[in-house]
């Protein structure tokens, strides 16, 4: 009889003991889960991190950086004159600083005709400005088609470099950049980070 008793004890503290250690790993998998996520989101919303990342590669562009993280890779870009924006995707996320060749017709008739979102595409755009904005650093261009207005496109662009002074209305240019929004209702692009030749 003793022996059942403590045969019955010894169950009960393993089960305990068992409980325990169940208890702390998701107590420590729900951390780490919430870590990674705030991470993710911080990254992808407010271009802020990665903080629980390690960085693992500096590209000879102009400091370009390359960060592993719990299954998730961000690459921040920064090259001298090109890409200046920020992208999250998985491991098999690779190096790009190619962009997407457009020009305001084709772009419009493209966010038109596609279910695709542009936004976060880096792109080469060519146009006519329309207007310049100094005091804000940004220059519009726009396209009015002869459909109804159907493909009708303004595009908003934030310029980063300091050349937006030696540009003219009504000039053509050409200017690479990231798509940070698209209003369907409006019709209007935001092109950000953007360098105009």
Known sequence: MQTEETNKSISVKAEKRIKLIATIIMAIIIIVGLLVTTDIILVKKANIGPFFAIRTKVYNDGGTKEYYGLFYKVIKYHQEIG????????????????????????????????NQSYIGDFIRLTGTIDTIDLENNTFSLTYKDNIKGKYDL????????????????????????????????????????????
């Open 83 to 114: 890409r200046r924006d920020t992208v999250i995707g998985s491991y098999s996320l690779k190096y790009d600083t190619t962009p997407t060749n457009y020009t305001v017709e084709t772009l419009s008739y493209a966010l038109n005709n596609s």
């Open 154 to 197: 303004t595009i908003n662009a934030h310029v980063i470099s300091d050349n937006l002074n030696q540009l003219n209305e009504n000039a053509p240019v050409s200017l690479i950049g990231t798509i940070s929004s698209y209003d369907f209702t409006k019709k209007e692009l935001t092109i950000s980070n953007v360098f105009a030749e």
